[in-house]
């Protein structure tokens, strides 16, 4: 396909851009009663406002069949949210949960390790997501937020086993003591990955097809960050445990001394 070029003559698509066949739903889209057709581009190196304004000058100067029209929408979802509101949420949702996890273990340090391996375990997750071509759109959103909540079960499994009964890391408990008690966590929660593993990946190897527009981009992401969750939870946290947790001395009851005075009684007549 030859398209016009500003300064005359014509030049081949491919070469402009880059053209492939996807599989895509037939969806019609309307904006109230009318039909609509997105075209979608991308910027760089050029502010909005200024492509904005060469798109507009050009469409005013050309003529569309009756009932058809152009319009330029300038302003995307993340500009009507705010970038300083939506780094609000994240902030307010991070001190959520530390004071969360702070309440699960009676610990501030605890409670930073948690929180800090909760990003750590979505990182599977927006790896495959990114590697797969998948906008982040509902599917891969609902995807993420599964992953959430399985990481912070792994989390919270995994800090208690290696807390020990006393909750409280005690002078006697060496590093291989620390590891084997990680040990007893790691049957449960692998069988769980797998699980996961085989609801989802009959999804992933059926790829993207029509129907499954949000269910696979879910069940893709849900895969990779089940892996980055095990890895977190096995792996990272028992270390993390044994390098930021200060020790602490198990309190001992203090012994009690059954200390009886001898009493002397008198008697006088």
Same mark, same amino acid.
């Given at each position: 396909?030859?398209?016009?070029?500003?300064?005359?003559?014509?030049?081949?698509?491919?070469?402009?851009?880059?053209?492939?066949?996807?599989?895509?739903?037939?969806?019609?889209?309307?904006?109230?009663?009318?039909?609509?057709?997105?075209?979608?581009?991308?910027?760089?190196?050029?502010?909005?406002?200024?492509?904005?304004?060469?798109?507009?000058?050009?469409?005013?100067?050309?003529?569309?069949?009756?009932?058809?029209?152009?319009?330029?929408? @300038?302003? !995307?979802?993340? =500009?009507?949210?705010?970038?300083?509101?939506?780094?609000?949420?994240?902030? /307010?949702? #991070? +001190? %959520? *949960?530390?004071?969360?996890?702070?309440?699960?273990?009676?610990?501030?340090?605890?409670?930073?390790?948690?929180?800090?391996?909760?990003?750590?375990?979505?990182?599977?997750?927006?790896?495959?997501?990114?590697?797969?071509?998948?906008?982040?759109?509902?599917?891969?959103?609902?995807?993420?937020?599964?992953?959430?909540?399985?990481?912070?079960?792994?989390?919270?499994?995994?800090?208690?086993?290696?807390?020990?009964?006393?909750?409280?890391?005690?002078?006697?408990?060496? @590093?291989? !003591?620390?590891? =084997?008690?990680?040990?007893?966590?790691?049957?449960?929660?692998?069988?769980? /990955?797998? #699980? +996961? %593993? *085989?609801?989802?990946?009959?999804?992933?190897?059926?790829?993207?097809?029509?129907?499954?527009?949000?269910?696979?981009?879910?069940?893709?992401?849900?895969?990779?960050?089940?892996?980055?969750?095990?890895?977190?939870?096995?792996?990272?946290?028992?270390?993390?445990?044994?390098?930021?947790?200060?020790?602490?001395?198990?309190?001992?009851?203090?012994?009690?001394?059954?200390?009886?005075?001898?009493?002397?009684?008198?008697?006088?007549?």
């Amino acid at each position: 396909m030859l398209i016009d070029v500003p300064d005359g003559g014509h030049v081949r698509l491919g070469d402009v851009a880059d053209v492939r066949v996807v599989q895509t739903p037939p969806v019609i889209r309307r904006d109230a009663v009318s039909r609509r057709v997105d075209v979608v581009a991308d910027l760089a190196g050029r502010s909005s406002s200024d492509v904005v304004a060469d798109i507009e000058k050009q469409l005013a100067t050309m003529s569309f069949p009756i009932e058809y029209h152009a319009e330029v929408i @300038a302003k !995307t979802t993340a =500009d009507e949210i705010g970038i300083g509101r939506a780094i609000g949420f994240a902030i /307010g949702a #991070a +001190i %959520a *949960a530390l004071l969360l996890f702070q309440a699960a273990f009676n610990s501030w340090r605890l409670a930073l390790v948690a929180t800090a391996a909760l990003p750590l375990s979505l990182t599977g997750g927006l790896i495959t997501g990114l590697f797969s071509g998948f906008t982040f759109g509902l599917g891969s959103l609902l995807g993420l937020l599964a992953i959430l909540g399985l990481a912070t079960r792994y989390i919270m499994t995994m800090l208690y086993t290696v807390q020990g009964p006393n909750r409280m890391w005690t002078g006697d408990d060496s @590093a291989d !003591t620390v590891y =084997d008690r990680a040990r007893e966590s790691f049957g449960s929660m692998i069988i769980s /990955g797998i #699980a +996961i %593993a *085989a609801l989802v990946l009959p999804i992933v190897i059926l790829g993207p097809r029509p129907g499954l527009e949000i269910v696979q981009p879910l069940a893709v992401v849900l895969l990779g960050g089940v892996v980055s969750s095990l890895v977190v939870a096995l792996f990272l946290l028992p270390s993390a445990y044994l390098h930021l947790i200060p020790r602490q001395a198990a309190e001992e009851p203090p012994e009690h001394e059954d200390e009886r005075q001898p009493i002397a009684a008198t008697t006088g007549a």
